[in-house]
């Protein structure tokens, strides 16, 4: 849809076109919720959107500041959804840098794989009754 400076559109349905959300539903649970926000203010649903509003969202513990470009009701292909909005350098940098910490937070994590198989059950069994 080409904005005009009249153009609204609800936020709910325009987080649900640029691909933030995978349902409307979720997207206004996400408003109701403060986990979405329009120029830093909880706002419902409901409320009207327009091209130049700043919209952050957190999800997954990540936060996109975005900057709204263009309006759409409808939700189209994933490249189509991209040129909606404009991401700012910060968060971008913001969240490579969370997602590196969390890369090495769970580099050091053991990890587990699962129920032992009875060899190893009783390799396991052995060594603790040498000691």
Do not use: C
């Not at 997207?27 to 926000?37: D, I």
């Amino acid at each position: 849809m080409a904005a005009t400076p009249e153009s609204r559109v609800r936020a709910d349905k325009w987080l649900w076109a640029a691909r933030m959300y995978k349902s409307r539903s979720l997207a206004a649970k996400a408003l109701e919720t403060g986990q979405a926000r329009v120029q830093n203010e909880r706002v419902k649903p409901s409320r009207a959107l327009k091209v130049g509003e700043h919209v952050s969202v957190r999800k997954s513990g990540l936060v996109w500041e975005i900057e709204i470009l263009d309006l759409s009701e409808k939700r189209g292909t994933a490249a189509a959804a991209a040129l909606l909005y404009r991401e700012t350098p910060e968060s971008i940098a913001r969240r490579e840098q969370e997602i590196a910490r969390r890369k090495a937070v769970a580099i050091g994590t053991p990890q587990s794989f699962g129920r032992p198989t009875k060899r190893q059950r009783r390799k396991l069994e052995d060594f603790l009754n040498e000691a």
